[in-house]
């Protein structure tokens, strides 16, 4: 019998980790054609997702999927992210986290590369009018 995949578990981890420590835990995902997400956001064939508790809403991390709601310009979307398209978990404040290889059934954990989101030092500031910042509006 097959052992189910760790990253699930790792993901939940990170991310209580991240919420417990007062750090804003973001998503990198390859978009493909199961993932839903706003298009409009995709860059390059990737996103990169804000899971804190104030930016999304019902978030249920599961082991096949993450799902939840969250407003990009205002409007509220559903988000469905398949956790074998997530590229990595990260800290935004000082990107701390973990990479993964992409793709069906992987449970190993990739190697940092200088490609990849989790960084020693804080990621730069997005340029004025760049990346897309989840956020909660009351």
Same mark, same amino acid.
């Given at each position: 019998?097959?052992?189910?995949?760790?990253?699930?578990?790792?993901?939940?981890?990170?991310?209580?980790?991240?919420?417990?420590?007062?750090?804003?835990?973001?998503?990198?995902?390859?978009?493909?054609?199961?993932?839903?997400?706003?298009?409009?956001?995709?860059?390059?064939?990737?996103?990169?997702?804000?899971?804190?508790?104030?930016?999304?809403?019902?978030?249920?991390?599961?082991?096949?999927? /993450?799902?939840?709601?969250?407003?990009?310009? #205002?409007? =509220?979307? +559903?988000?469905?992210?398949?956790? &074998?398209? !997530? %590229? $990595? /978990?990260?800290?935004?404040?000082?990107?701390? #986290?973990? =990479?993964? +290889?992409?793709?069906?059934?992987? &449970?190993? !954990? %990739? $190697?940092?590369?200088?490609?990849?989101?989790?960084?020693?030092?804080?990621? +730069?500031?997005?340029?004025?009018?760049?990346?897309?910042?989840?956020?909660?509006?009351?």
């Amino acid at each position: 019998m097959e052992l189910p995949s760790t990253k699930p578990y790792l993901l939940r981890a990170i991310w209580e980790w991240c919420c417990d420590n007062g750090f804003t835990p973001y998503i990198a995902v390859h978009v493909d054609g199961r993932t839903l997400v706003p298009r409009e956001f995709v860059k390059d064939g990737q996103i990169v997702l804000n899971l804190g508790p104030g930016a999304t809403n019902k978030l249920q991390m599961g082991n096949e999927l /993450i799902e939840f709601q969250a407003r990009f310009g #205002g409007v =509220a979307r +559903e988000l469905s992210v398949p956790v &074998a398209q !997530v %590229a $990595a /978990i990260y800290a935004r404040e000082n990107g701390a #986290g973990m =990479a993964f +290889e992409v793709g069906d059934g992987e &449970a190993s !954990v %990739a $190697a940092p590369s200088p490609a990849a989101p989790v960084l020693d030092e804080p990621p +730069e500031p997005p340029p004025e009018g760049g990346r897309p910042k989840l956020q909660r509006v009351k």
